[in-house]
């Protein structure tokens, strides 16, 4: 955990294969990788890569710790998401609009009084022409945060963050460790303009689908989506790593889905999903360092 354990960092080629088994099931996309400084920090990728590391939760230090707050993250981003559609509808014919997409970065803590480990910072966007298209948004953050680790006095979260979590302490920012970021779509899926075709036709936001894309500096990739009326508001967990411990706890139904982390170029969701490996890739590279 924060301040005890090893740094979490994506697999080198020569880690052995996945849990199952497979050796398929792990894969190895060419550089940049994640490194932290003081390692150079490689600029943002333009190459989508269909398949991409994923650490083997055997190799994780403290493995139940790290999927109880993959758990925990599951959860807290969908109450991200539902809090963000609520507010995003309650502001649709009112002045200062939300956006259809937000941002979150999932941070790792020393427990508090609580017992609670997960911090999460959350970036909000007025609803205007540029934060229309969900890899645009989190593009711009790409560059910003690579620019920004090159400047003097750079503040990640002071640059990034509109709606800082309001549990966090001092001490805790000082150990904290960053595990991964989160996309709210309003939209479902990202891009395709369904919160604004339907949002003006239902009268409550929890008939409305949610989806919210979670990507871990473990390679680990997570889907929360919350269904809208036509599928009773249902939710469905995805994700390509345990959120089960070894005696088999899981705090909620979910469905093993290793195929997050072979997205085909050519899917839609490709380029949000590039888009958010790289927005982790760049926070992990400074943070501890230089924040």
């Known amino acids: 955990m924060p301040g005890q354990s090893a740094h979490l960092v994506p697999p080198t080629p020569g880690l052995p294969p996945a849990e199952d ?20 920090l490689a600029a943002p990728a333009e190459d989508l890569f269909p398949q991409v590391p994923v650490w083997p939760d055997g190799l994780l230090p403290h493995r139940d710790a790290v999927i109880a707050l993959r758990a925990d993250i599951v959860e807290r981003v969908r109450s991200f998401g539902r ?9 649709r014919f009112r002045g200062r609009p939300i956006g ?3 941002v979150a970065l999932l941070f790792w803590t020393a427990p508090d009084a609580q017992g609670r480990q997960l911090r999460i910072d959350r970036r909000y966007y007025p609803k205007v022409r ?38 966090w302490t001092a001490a805790q920012l000082g150990t904290a460790k960053f595990f991964g970021v989160a ?21 409550h936001a929890e008939d409305l689908p949610i989806m919210s ?8 990739r997570m889907v929360v989506r919350q269904l809208g009326a ?18 088999g706890f899981a705090p909620f139904a979910w469905k093993y889905s290793p195929d997050l982390n072979r997205i085909p170029v050519e899917h839609p969701d490709a380029h949000v999903w590039h888009q958010l490996r790289e927005l982790a890739r760049m926070i992990y590279w400074g943070w501890g360092q230089l924040s």
């Open 183 to 203: 996309l709210s779509s309003l939209d479902d899926p990202p891009g395709s303009g369904s919160w604004a075709r339907t949002s003006p036709t239902v009268d």
């Open 100 to 102: 259809p997409y937000a």
């Open 130 to 167: 540029l934060t229309s298209n969900p890899v645009d948004v989190l593009q711009q953050l790409v560059s910003q945060v690579h620019a920004g680790w090159a400047t003097p006095g750079f503040n990640l979260r002071r640059t990034l963050v509109s709606d800082p979590d309001p549990d």
């Open 83 to 91: 809090w963000h559609a609520l507010e995003a509808f309650s502001r």
């Open 230 to 247: 036509e599928g009773r508001r249902a939710v469905q967990r995805s994700s390509s790593v345990a959120l089960h411990t070894v005696a």
């Open 213 to 220: 894309m979670i990507q871990c500096i473990d390679g680990g």
């Open 21 to 40: 088994g497979t050796a398929e099931q792990v894969h190895f996309a060419p550089p940049p990788e994640f490194l932290q400084y003081p390692e150079p």
